[in-house]
């Protein structure tokens, strides 16, 4: 069985608008729907489960079950940090559950193909994510003075949906909670723990929407059907 874990329970601080960033509205839709709306069309994901902030989870999880009535899906409060909330989210997965894939909310531009990939790749490594190599020349640098320019080469951007085997993430989870250590994504958190975390190329175009900037890109991508391949 596989579960999509969508984290869509943060606030977004740097969009600077009064609606949470993932619930603001493009093509007459709010933004988290377009990126539910890739896992609900991949045949191999069997649930959904959903972090909400705590004063939107009544509202929207009412609005999602009518967009979304055919396919199972669960909804949670999103935690202080988001990897409280993915915690949060993989204490109710089902003892059925063998993979679990999480993915940022604000993030609708993941493919098919990228998503089948791994899915395919994590039977046989247990944690892979998504990343693109860097295009950019990558500097070290301290406050405004420039340390030194590191190769390129040996660094990516990475993306999600990261992919686990299920009892490996939820069993490090469990380890980081009780030591009450955070990381930035996942895929951190297992190899901070010393495990083996694998890598497949995926198209940049899977960005996560931040600021203004990133928003207003995505509106003229889904208002032109650019990445939207449901």
């Not at 949470?20 to 609900?40: H, S």
């Not at 790749?121 to 405004?144: R, W």
């Not at 975390?197 to 928003?215: E, G, M, Q, R």
């Amino acid at each position: 069985m596989n579960v999509a874990i969508i984290t869509a329970g943060g606030y977004g601080k740097r969009m600077n608008s009064a609606t949470k960033k993932q619930f603001i509205e493009i093509a007459g839709r709010p933004l988290l729907f377009w990126t539910i709306d890739k896992f609900i069309a991949h045949s191999q994901i069997d649930e959904i489960i959903l972090t909400l902030p705590q004063d939107e989870l009544s509202y929207f999880s009412r609005e999602i079950k009518t967009e979304f009535p055919k396919k199972k899906i669960q909804f949670i409060a999103g935690g202080k940090e988001r990897q409280d909330s993915v915690f949060n989210a993989l204490q109710i997965c089902s003892v059925e559950t063998k993979f679990v894939l999480i993915h940022d909310g604000v993030r609708p531009f993941i493919s098919q193909n990228c998503i089948t990939k791994l899915l395919q790749i994590v039977k046989e490594k247990k944690a892979v994510i998504p990343a693109f190599p860097s295009k950019n020349t990558i500097k070290k640098i301290s406050g405004e003075k420039i340390i030194e320019t590191v190769p390129r080469k040996e660094f990516i951007n990475v993306m999600t949906p990261q992919v686990f085997d299920f009892q490996l993430i939820q069993n490090y989870s469990e380890k980081a909670q009780e030591q009450k250590i955070h990381f930035t994504d996942d895929a951190s958190l297992l190899e901070h723990f010393g495990e083996k975390v694998f890598w497949i190329p995926c198209p940049a175009i899977n960005f996560k929407i931040t600021d203004s900037h990133d928003l207003a890109l995505a509106k003229s991508m889904i208002e032109n059907n650019m990445g939207v391949d449901k």
